[in-house]
């Protein structure tokens, strides 16, 4: 076994969950690769361990620097009421296209994916809840802070919003054509990617929109 | 509080986990709904407990009747292997659009979410193996059963599938156009939807590909 070369950047973390395994190919290793995902991706997958049992469910985050604000989720919520810190799991899965390759064995997707491990602290004092709910706004919907009506105290004080640091967390990411083993070559079968696109539809104004408010700017030329 | 009304559809499945504490009107009680999300995603976000601590990541998987199969991640690889069978629980997400409300705190989104809690069991025989791979490649790749290579026996062998049964499930959905508290609809904000579409790019040859092997029609003609 070779020594593994030096690596430029410093590793994004080292703990045993955060190491890769396996494909280890696979494995980003710098901050750049994780704000990337984050800041791509709109929703997040929230796991954790609510009596004993697994609960993953889907929750809108927002990053600012190394923290990633998330909405508390009803489980989160009973845990923080019982005076328990939930440990966490947040994952964010970002799809680029499906890998069709000569077998049905190496068919996989390019993807990548970013998984954070740790306890948030519930976000407290009303100055950094406002702060961190325009981090999540800015992420969720950019623009809307200085369009909409900002919240006010007591929709301050209804949410619950939890900070985790991005201390504990790994990089994962296909990328790249089908690699099958040269054996296959000859097969006559298809072999390529099929990209995956998302992008936003035409604005729908609601039903009980005044005719004369055009959509705006940071609504219409919204971009993915 | 008035009784429920009585529902054409027996109840999806009745644990208290599977059923919303609040925002109850976004709960999907019938099968059709579970059936429809799985169908529609792609992947699903697997959270277990490894160790006592949670896990998430994202899995490929496909459904036949009231089963699910789950290509086996690392963590429920590591917990059959001590004999374990996990306990999971098994999420799958469809953005549709965002919800730009008059105010911040009523901003959302629309989304279909579905969430399968169970201990799925290990796929051991291997015709039964066979099928669950067929399954898993019609949902990720359809048409690539009988376009590319299957299966051979080795590689039945290495890879480890998941079976879990859809027996205590929910589904949540959010639909329809923001809702403003009256006091707000003076506003001069914008208000309405900005819908969030998927769709497959043009299929891209992998760079050994034979130039006379043509992208065939179950690629090339794929729909989302």
Same mark, same amino acid.
């Given at each position: 076994m070779t020594e593994p070369t030096a690596s430029p950047a410093p &590793? /994004?973390?080292?703990?045993?969950?955060?190491?890769?395994?396996?494909?280890?190919d696979r494995a980003g290793t710098d901050r750049a690769c994780l704000h990337e995902v984050l800041d791509?991706? /709109?929703? *997040?997958?929230?796991?954790?361990?609510?009596?004993?049992?697994?609960?993953?469910?889907?929750?809108?985050?927002?990053? #600012?620097g190394d923290v990633l604000y998330l909405h508390g989720s009803s489980?989160? +919520?009973?845990?923080?009421?019982?005076?328990?810190? $939930?440990?966490? *799991?947040?994952?964010?899965?970002?799809?680029?296209?499906?890998?069709?390759?000569?077998?049905?064995?190496?068919h996989s997707m390019n993807y990548r994916s970013a998984v954070i491990y740790g306890r948030p602290r519930p976000v407290v004092d009303p100055a950094?809840?406002?702060?961190?709910l325009r981090v999540l706004s800015d992420h969720l919907a950019p623009g809307s802070? #200085?369009?909409? +009506?900002?919240?006010?105290?007591?929709?301050?004080a209804a949410v619950t919003v939890l900070a985790l640091p991005l201390d504990?967390?790994?990089?994962?990411? +296909?990328?790249?054509? &089908?690699?099958?083993?040269?054996?296959? /070559?000859?097969? $006559?079968?298809?072999?390529?990617l099929l990209p995956l696109h998302?992008?936003?539809?035409? $604005?729908?104004?609601? &039903?009980? /929109?005044?005719?004369?408010?055009p959509v705006p700017p940071h609504i219409a030329d919204r971009r993915i």
């Open positions: &590793p /994004l973390s080292a703990t045993p969950r955060t190491t890769l395994g396996r494909k280890k791509a991706g /709109l929703i *997040c997958h929230l796991g954790l361990v609510l009596d004993g049992h697994p609960q993953v469910l889907p929750t809108g985050y927002g990053r #600012d489980g989160a +919520r009973s845990m923080l009421a019982a005076g328990e810190e $939930p440990e966490v *799991c947040v994952t964010v899965t970002l799809l680029d296209a499906v890998v069709y390759s000569r077998t049905l064995n190496d950094e809840k406002e702060h961190a802070w #200085d369009h909409a +009506r900002v919240p006010n105290a007591k929709e301050l504990e967390a790994s990089v994962k990411a +296909r990328t790249g054509p &089908p690699t099958d083993d040269p054996a296959e /070559l000859s097969s $006559p079968a298809w072999a390529g998302s992008r936003w539809g035409t $604005p729908v104004p609601a &039903p009980d /929109l005044a005719a004369d408010i």
